[in-house]
């Protein structure tokens, strides 16, 4: 089993910052790539950033420039600087991590999500 924690989320105004943080754990035997969904009142949930095991990222394009993501190989985590928070931004955030348990065994994780609202 492997369980993904985030923390981070809150309340910011426009144009000010947030740090999300997911750590994971469990019967991990290696982590290929993890990333950040995000999915805001009425839409579907969407992919904002990844970064693969060798340290490629990717970004949505609504968010380049504004936010980064990294991550740490030896604590199983990964971060995302949000910079320039928009209204349009709100939405609660989901780690995902694409994990192999046991060689040939591979698994997509979620975390719980954490709640980010920009707001005035």
């Known amino acids: 089993q492997v369980q993904l924690v985030e923390s981070g989320g809150g309340l910011v105004q426009p144009g000010g910052s947030l740090r999300l943080s997911c750590a994971a754990s469990g019967s991990i035997r290696s982590i290929n790539a993890m990333g950040w969904y995000r999915q805001g009142p009425g839409k579907q949930r969407e992919l904002v950033a990844a970064i693969t095991s060798g340290g490629s990222t990717s970004y949505l394009d609504s968010v380049k420039g504004r936010f980064t993501i990294s991550r740490d190989s030896a604590k199983n985590a990964v971060y995302l600087q949000m910079n320039s928070l928009k209204p349009e931004d709100t939405a609660v955030y989901y780690c995902?991590?694409?994990?192999?348990?046991?060689?040939?065994?591979?698994?997509?994780?979620w975390g719980q999500g954490t709640q980010v609202t920009v707001s005035s």
């Open positions: 995902n991590a694409k994990v192999t348990v046991v060689p040939g065994v591979r698994g997509d994780y």
